[in-house]
């Protein structure tokens, strides 16, 4: 009953998208670009995803850092640049994402 | 102001002819096809010229009488030593003392041009330099072409590649050693472009966060925005020296088995 509950909505869902992106191809203009609904779906999605895994990893980094602080606070100084290293890092992959998404945007 | 135009344009509005026969010159970029807007060229000159004008100046009171005392201000000479030092000390920690004193020259000119040009681009008005990927791919060629070169210099040319391809150096692993020095090949040529494209995505990403916040309501709202794009900025700058530290690095270590 909630796997049917489940998939009817996804079907609801995906007919409304290719709707709205078969009006919007219907909207563009003759000679420009005929996929700008595909396309900010795309955009939309890239950074969704990439924003969505990045936080997770995120906060696995913040909870590791901060469990090491709290059971050593002197370590304090030697913790915290590391994880802001980790973090810048773990940022980077998201940020590769946001530029397709720059990329990709109609 | 629209986007894509600087201070910089409109001093170099009164100069017109000038500005076209630059434009001209430098014509369109190699990577992605576009005309490059000049004020990328003009804020990177200008950052080149107000770091030579800064080190002239914290020079001078290198060569005073009393100049071995450190002052206990925050002048500009404490800065550059605090940030120098800091360097170093990170540095060290990575690569060893004698790499260290040999590689810091390199570093800190990698981190003072990425620390001035994104503090460039947080004033309203001003794009950063390093928001185009043609200046951070400069850079991190730059530090790619260090590690292959000193790398070969430290260790020799066949025994600086046969450390690609793996642990096993026998003659019968060599499909296993071909695999791994494929590998070791694409995380080798994947290294300028992660290190470009971080640093160019952080500073086009924060510089339109500014922009639209700024468009949303100008009074008091960008100012929480402008503070986490001044945490950015050390941030990128910080993980670029760490991370090119750890390059060259890993291509000059002696490794004791």
Known sequence: MQMRKVLSLLAVAVITFVAAAASAEGGAEAGQVVDVGWRALAAGLAIGLAAFGGSLGQGRAIDAALTGIARNPGADAKIFPKMILGLAIIESLVIYALIIAFMVKP | ?257
Not at chain 2, 57 to 68: D, E, M, P, T
Not at chain 2, 141 to 165: D, M, N, P, R
Not at chain 2, 218 to 247: D, K, M, N, R
Request: charged share 10%; glycine share 8%.
């Open chain 2, 1 to 257: 102001m629209p986007h894509g135009v600087s201070w910089f344009d409109y001093i170099f509005t009164a100069m017109g002819e000038w500005r076209t026969r630059l434009q001209d010159l430098i014509g369109t970029s190699y990577i992605d096809r576009a005309d490059i807007s000049v004020q990328y060229i003009i804020g990177f000159a200008f950052i080149g010229v107000l770091l030579f004008a800064l080190v002239l100046i914290a020079r001078r009171k290198f060569s005073v009488a009393r100049g071995l005392i450190p002052d206990d201000r925050l002048n500009l000479r404490t800065f550059f030593e605090m940030m120098i030092e800091g360097a170093f000390t990170t540095m060290e920690g990575i690569m060893g003392r004698k790499a260290a004193r040999f590689f810091l020259p390199l570093i800190t000119a990698c981190l003072f041009i990425i620390f001035f040009s994104n503090f460039l681009g947080l004033i309203p008005g001003f794009t950063p330099p390093t928001g185009n990927w043609n200046t951070t791919l400069a850079m991190a060629l730059v530090i790619f072409f260090s590690t292959h070169i000193w790398g070969v210099k430290e260790h020799g040319f066949i025994k600086y590649f046969a450390h690609w391809c793996g642990p096993f150096l026998k003659w019968w692993a060599l499909p296993f050693m071909l695999f791994f020095f494929a590998i070791e090949l694409v995380s080798h040529l994947a290294r300028p472009v992660s290190l470009s494209i971080r640093l160019m995505g952080n500073m086009f990403a924060d510089h339109a966060v500014v922009a639209s916040f700024t468009l949303l309501c100008p009074i008091l709202v960008p100012v929480p925005v402008l503070l986490l794009g001044v945490l950015v900025c050390i941030v990128q700058t910080a993980v670029f020296c760490i991370l090119s530290t750890v390059y060259i690095g890993m291509a000059v270590a002696h490794e004791e088995h």
